[in-house]
């Protein structure tokens, strides 16, 4: 890490200072989608997060940390755009004291903050977290002078519904080929749970990548996670093995269970544009604290996350596949990272054959 | 050295002995009872389902149990409610899987064998609060009146809010799987009953 | 017995508080996740383990000067299994409702390390007496805790408090927490438990 500049209020993190700015294109995202509740959120978060971190951080002496900005920022973009005040403050509660502060503050945590904190409201309110959406916004200036695209008195009562990827999972929504008649143009964004319907391919994919879908606040679209990644990426801010090989190793699982015809696996595209894996895989598997330090470690975590990431959200009841993956990869990053050590301690001698990590 | 081993021995039998014969006494005093009590979580719950039928303490339920209650082998494992002599209506007991651990209830049929009078369980553990509240009366109640479809399933669950047709109910909002699963147990097993007893009344 | 028998206030100051079984030792916290949902349930397991701790001290410190050192633990077992499954039993027949709520863990009392740990360490050496109060004091150290954990699960998780709707939390402004009904919810509530209980405890030397 590079050096810190002692401030009396803040550590300035020049790395974290890269992230937030790599955030910024997802956050307008999700205002043009979903209204200006997204970033009042965002600066709700942040907020309350560096107060909950300065109150700890007083009692160590220490400033606190420009990650909770990231944290928050993150935090914020991955709930659904319509949730409650209480979800995000309880959920920062969580991730900056329980996932954070109690192991020591930054530096000391082994999960991601938001990630956990995202975790624990996921568990605590399932209805507000995975059955409330609201329609992204129409036309060219989508929500920028709304305040939210809820249905409903007072911006806060969002539609029960599913995302597109929950639909595709139980059955509802199909792909079809992308030359064939009869399709629905859009994605509808509410489907009765009797209802079948199908919708091209191409329509599924330009629904992901530009993020005109319900979702979660800024998560929605694959193309503006991407602008921010690839800056990442390029100025390698976020470490390139753990993004190539969460992406590679996830895109290949899922085309080969799609060859084989396990259902109900959506094939290599859809899998990876869909449902927030990019920004899992650019954002938080990357942070630089909770993932592995050694680069054969991080190959495997990446490989450890995807692997897990197509079992939970194909074959579970949770939607919340790559969060989940992601911690549990969290969780086993310090052991890898001494697997690794111990492996090329001993790498002088002739063991070959047991390389099978 | 040897007399100390004997010692334990015998110390840790006569121990064992005494403690023993006073568990198994409690035991056999207890065991009607218990086995008693386990009887009357069933029936209450076939008694539930049929809305005449109702109690004011355990004892008066499994009394009323006896006298209306029977097992009749043309039934196809439902019990039988019988009033003035006829058949009032069958409770066809359901299981199979819930979210955590077995879901076991019975489901009260109307002797037209379409109409649902009532629906009870007696062992269930989903998540209190939310899957558990498959034996709150909001849940349990619009099930009386509902008529079985005979094609398609039976019973649906659609999401709560939605209008409801025929033959659905709704379901507990952020209790899908439980209530997914709950809707795959009845039918499978309130469709095999209406099977067998439809094979019944074709050879009388 | 020894000189340095502990006098009856110590023995109960050190069950409630200064050596309480679970913020101290860290002991029995298996039935702490597993039961304490709801504060009807944890009141009964609570005292179904009071009872048991308390009779199998007394039983134990009344047989100690005869039972052999080699085979006191399991003697210490079969006394403990012998109160548990008399518990036990005897739900089964007279609250079957309650029985069925608790389910196994009324039986895995017998693994709760607190019983076993107080016999071993006290009832084994000491007169009845105070093996009995030591007995008592610990289980009530434990049941204080797990009470606590209780209110605050049922209190958050279903906004009842021994089923009655507690107001505002059982309304519509407050969102239930689900994860406090849950096992896992218990464990949080320990752990802000034992962090307020260890802050608020003053720091001295122990042997």
């Avoid at chain 1, 009692?59 to 990650?67: H, N």
């Avoid at chain 1, 074959?315 to 090329?344: C, E, H």
Wanted: charged share 15%; aromatic share 12%; net charge positive.
């Amino acid at each position: 890490m590079s050096p810190q500049v002692k401030a009396k209020w803040l550590r300035k993190q020049p790395a974290m200072r890269k992230v937030l700015f790599a955030l910024l294109p997802c956050a307008a995202g999700g205002w043009y989608y979903f209204g200006l509740r997204v970033p009042a959120m965002i600066v709700f978060c942040c907020l309350w997060g560096y107060v909950l971190e300065w109150l700890f951080c007083r009692s160590r002496k220490e400033p606190v940390s420009e990650a909770v900005f990231v944290t928050g920022v993150l935090f914020a973009l991955v709930m659904p755009p319509g949730v409650g005040w209480h979800v995000p403050a309880i959920g920062m509660g969580f991730a900056v004291i329980f996932s954070k502060e109690v192991f020591g503050g930054f530096g000391r945590n082994f999960f991601n903050p938001a990630l956990a904190g995202r975790c624990f409201v996921y568990i605590c309110f399932p209805i507000a977290l995975t059955g409330t959406w609201q329609p992204a916004a129409e036309g060219p200036l989508g929500a920028l002078a709304q305040w939210s695209t809820a249905i409903g008195e007072e911006g806060t009562a969002a539609v029960t519904s599913a995302t597109p990827m929950a639909h595709l999972k139980a059955g509802r929504l199909r792909m079809g080929g992308p030359e064939s008649e009869g399709f629905e143009r859009e994605i509808p964004f509410q489907i009765g749970e009797k209802e079948r319907v199908a919708v091209s391919k191409g329509t599924v994919l330009k629904g992901l990548v530009l993020g005109r879908i319900s979702g979660t606040a800024g998560v929605t679209s694959a193309f503006l996670i991407t602008l921010g990644g690839v800056y990442l990426f390029w100025t390698k801010t976020a470490s390139r093995t753990i993004i190539l090989s969460v992406i590679l190793a996830y895109a290949v699982i899922n085309q080969v269970l799609f060859w084989f015809g396990v259902d109900p696996v959506p094939g290599a595209w859809p899998a990876v544009l869909g449902g927030g894996f990019l920004f899992g895989a650019f954002f938080m598997a990357t942070d630089p604290v909770s993932s592995p330090r050694t680069e054969p470690a991080k190959i495997v975590y990446g490989i450890l996350i995807a692997l897990s990431t197509t079992v939970i959200r194909n074959f579970s009841i949770f939607n919340g596949g790559l969060m989940f993956s992601i911690l549990l990869g969290n969780m086993f990053a310090p052991i890898l990272d001494v697997a690794v050590k111990s492996w090329q301690e001993r790498g002088s001698k002739p063991a070959a054959e047991e390389a099978t990590a | 050295m040897k007399g100390k081993a004997a010692y334990a021995v015998g110390y840790m039998f006569v121990v064992t002995a005494v403690f023993s014969t006073l568990v198994i006494g409690v035991a056999r005093v207890t065991r009607q009872r218990v086995e008693a009590n386990q009887r009357l979580a069933l029936e209450k719950a076939v008694l539930n389902v049929f809305g005449d039928l109702s109690y004011a303490n355990d004892a008066e339920a499994h009394r009323l149990f006896e006298e209306r209650i029977e097992q009749r082998p043309d039934a196809a494992g439902a019990w039988v409610y019988v009033k003035d002599g006829q058949v009032a209506g069958y409770a066809v007991p359901i299981a199979g899987k819930g979210f955590w651990a077995p879901i076991r209830g019975v489901v009260g049929i109307d002797r037209d064998l379409r109409t649902i009078t009532g629906i009870a369980f007696y062992e269930q553990s989903e998540t209190p609060g939310l899957g558990a509240r498959i034996t709150e009366p909001f849940f349990r109640d619009p099930f009386e009146g509902t008529v079985l479809q005979t094609d398609g399933p039976p019973i649906e669950m659609v999401p709560p809010g939605s209008s409801l047709s025929e033959g659905q109910v709704h379901a507990i909002s952020g209790a899908t799987q439980t209530c997914m699963r709950l809707e795959e147990l009845m039918n499978e097993d309130l469709r095999a009953w209406a099977e067998s007893m439809s094979e019944r009344e074709g050879q009388p | 017995m020894s000189p340095g028998a502990k006098s009856q206030r110590d023995i109960m100051l050190d069950g409630l508080w200064r050596d309480n079984p679970i913020f101290r030792q860290i002991l029995g916290i298996c039935s702490t996740l597993a039961v304490t949902n709801l504060v009807l349930n944890t009141f009964v397991m609570c005292a179904a383990l009071t009872l048991v701790t308390l009779m199998s001290c007394l039983t134990v410190s009344l047989l100690r000067n005869r039972t052999p050192r080699t085979i006191r633990m399991m003697v210490q077992t079969l006394i403990i299994a012998f109160y548990v499954i008399l518990v036990d039993v005897l739900l089964k027949a007279y609250w079957p409702d309650m029985s069925r709520s608790l389910g196994p863990y009324v039986g895995l009392i017998i693994t709760n390390c607190i019983i076993m740990g107080r016999c071993e360490a006290f009832a084994g050496s000491n007169p009845p007496i105070p093996s009995a109060l030591d007995g008592l004091f610990s289980g009530l150290g434990y049941s204080f805790i797990l009470l606590a954990i209780a209110t605050g699960r049922e209190v958050l998780g279903m906004g009842t408090f021994l089923g009655y709707a507690v107001p505002y939390f059982s309304g519509p402004y407050w969102d239930q927490w689900i994860i406090m009904v849950m096992p896992p919810g218990a464990f949080f509530m320990l752990a802000v438990i034992l962090w307020v209980c260890r802050s608020i405890r003053p720091k001295e030397k122990r042997a």
